[in-house]
């Protein structure tokens, strides 16, 4: 006999009333213990608290969904179960299936309304709610010091004893400042086939008595950027060998782009970003980041190897800068330029004669060379078409570094065992203006500029995902590296899809589990029905939490015959809805057969 709409009305009517009273007690504790967290760590004031909890509340609201319903089910239908009203729907040949229909319409409800909110109000509130915490950078910077003495950027690292927010009353516009007493920023460097990131070696070192951190962000959508202006301090770098060193009354440090702490993360994107970048893993910033290095390798060995072949076909190769000046190297036959290491090195050949003819032999680099040699290469600067300088060397050493942001090239050339030449002679520059005594007693006089990117290297950032996971770009950076991220994009993508439909799905499941306990327990009392249903909600939702984990926990190795991440933390996220599901058609099935 199928139950009337009257009682199917007052039913759903009362399951209703408990679900949205249970829903909204519950959204309101979790949103007051989402603030526990930037309360103690960041730092809130009055109009950041109003704004959390007004985008906490409708993510607290979706994740309340669950337990409100098998809460609400429990409460309805154990006190019909209490009062004998079962008993009477039974006289009157009602079956228990058909007077719990009523709670199956509002399971589908809220599981339909769940997934809605999971797949796209809840990503943009949640991102909202992290923009507020992170919206004052710097005094998040300032807190991380003042625990931990450190914070990471990227490829820097900033130490500080003290940091703290200076008393400004007027800044400009998207500026902030920090004070750090007694800081060191060093600069690390991965070094190449390390797979492991963590592995780093300092490089390079800035330390002074006090600073101010100054964070620009010119706007919203670009990463912030950091300049620190260092009073009473040097800069120095790790190997002192042959190296310069500094020591200012005031120097600046940057600026350098830091990685906005809002990092890229699967619960901020709605489906449709969800689905945009599993189909476009490219775009993913994870991805982005470490192509980065793929696509820095690339350009700088590709300019250098261009200007070789150059070099070496023509003897002479023009550098136009982007501020109109020029330098012209040119050459005679018995040099030729080659890579060693990162450095183009333009100089006298290795030394091939016979084992007696030594005196025929060039001079080991290191040793001071003869006049003659001093005269091997040639370097012009013109300005405005005329020639505003001239060098001679024995040799130029020259290093690359791509700007991808502005299609530009800087270009760093130090000439060894160099003079200069002028209309009123040659004069030996050793110790001179702009260069030091090293390398083997021979003069260096390093020249810096900037020249404009070739399109043939600005090409090179425009090969597609696959060419960098190729046995070709092997060379290029830490492969590993890039499939590991690769690997953990694609698991967070998968696992959080699967998670949204789960935790909807759940709502159905529990309402089934809640009917059935409910008609077993005989109690509308609403402790009773918390109990009861707390362990089901608890299971399914821990499952889920722990299956995500499972999903992210990517390990460099892979044993052999291991089941692999993703398939298990899958499973482990559908588990817990499984496991309700055959509890709730048992417990169903055996009330049927009462």
Request: with cysteine.
């Amino acid at each position: 006999m199928r139950i009337s709409f009257t009682l199917s009305r007052y039913i759903f009517a009362d399951l209703l009333r408990i679900f949205l009273m249970a829903s909204g007690a519950l959204a309101g504790i979790m949103s007051f213990g989402g603030l526990l967290r930037p309360l103690t760590q960041q730092g809130l004031d009055a109009s950041q608290v109003g704004k959390l909890l007004t985008y906490f509340t409708p993510a607290m609201t979706a994740y309340s969904f669950p337990i409100a319903a098998l809460f609400a089910t429990t409460v309805v239908y154990g006190r019909l179960s209490a009062d004998n009203e079962l008993t009477a729907c039974r006289a009157a040949g009602l079956s228990l299936l058909s007077v719990a229909m009523p709670a199956f319409v509002l399971g589908l409800l809220v599981a339909l309304v769940s997934f809605l909110f999971l797949s796209f109000v809840v990503p943009a509130f949640t991102l909202k709610a992290e923009e507020v915490v992170y919206s004052n950078i710097a005094k998040l910077i300032a807190g991380r010091i003042e625990r931990s003495h450190q914070i990471p950027l990227t490829t820097y690292t900033v130490f500080a004893q003290e940091a703290y927010l200076p008393p400004v009353e007027s800044l400009r516009s998207r500026e902030q400042q920090v004070v750090l007493v007694g800081p060191t920023i060093v600069r690390f460097k991965q070094p190449m086939g390390k797979e492991d990131p963590s592995y780093r070696v300092a490089e390079e070192f800035w330390t002074a008595s006090s600073a101010t951190a100054y964070i620009t962000q010119t706007d919203d959508t670009a990463n912030p950027q950091l300049t620190v202006a260092l009073r009473d301090g040097m800069t120095f770098p790790r190997n002192l060998a042959g190296a310069m060193t500094g020591a200012v009354g005031a120097t600046q440090f940057g600026p350098v782009p830091i990685q906005s702490p809002i990092k890229e993360n699967s619960k901020f994107m709605d489906l449709r970003q969800l689905r945009h970048l599993y189909e476009h893993r490219e775009d993913s910033r994870k991805i982005q980041d470490n192509l980065s290095t793929f696509i820095q390798h690339d350009q700088q060995f590709g300019y250098l190897k261009a200007v070789e072949n150059e070099l070496n076909g023509t003897h002479r190769y023009l550098f136009q800068t982007a501020g109109g000046e020029e330098y012209l190297l040119s050459f005679g036959e018995d040099v030729v330029a080659a890579m060693q290491g990162e450095d183009l090195v333009v100089g006298a050949p290795p030394a091939t004669a016979p084992a007696g003819a030594a005196s025929t032999k060039s001079a080991p680099r290191g040793s001071a060379p003869a006049p003659d040699a001093e005269k091997r290469l040639r370097v012009q600067r013109r300005v405005n078409g005329r020639v505003d300088g001239e060098w001679r060397a024995a040799e130029a050493r020259l290093q690359a570094h791509p700007r991808r942001a502005t299609e530009q090239v800087d270009v760093s050339m130090k000439l060894l065992g160099v003079i200069m030449t002028s209309a009123a002679g040659v004069t030996d520059v050793a110790g001179g203006a702009g260069a030091v005594q090293n390398e083997g007693g021979r003069a260096v006089l390093p020249i810096g500029f900037r020249v404009t990117m070739p399109q043939k290297i600005l090409d090179l950032a425009r090969r597609p995902l696959e060419y960098y996971l190729s046995p070709a770009a092997a060379a290029s950076g830490n492969q590993p590296r890039l499939k590991h991220e690769l690997t953990k994009v694609t698991n967070d993508i998968v696992s959080e899809s699967h998670s949204r439909a789960a935790f909807a799905l759940s709502c159905l499941i529990l309402v089934m589990v809640g009917c059935a306990l409910g008609m077993m327990f005989r109690s509308g009392n609403f402790l009773t029905a918390f109990a009861v249903s707390f362990v089901p909600a608890l299971m399914g939702i821990t499952l889920i939490i722990a299956g995500q984990q499972t999903c992210g926990n990517v390990p460099w190795t892979l044993p052999p015959n291991a089941i692999e991440p993703l398939k298990m933390g899958v499973f482990v996220i559908w588990s817990g809805n499984i496991v309700n599901f055959v509890i709730a058609t048992a417990l169903l099935w055996r009330l049927s057969r009462i």
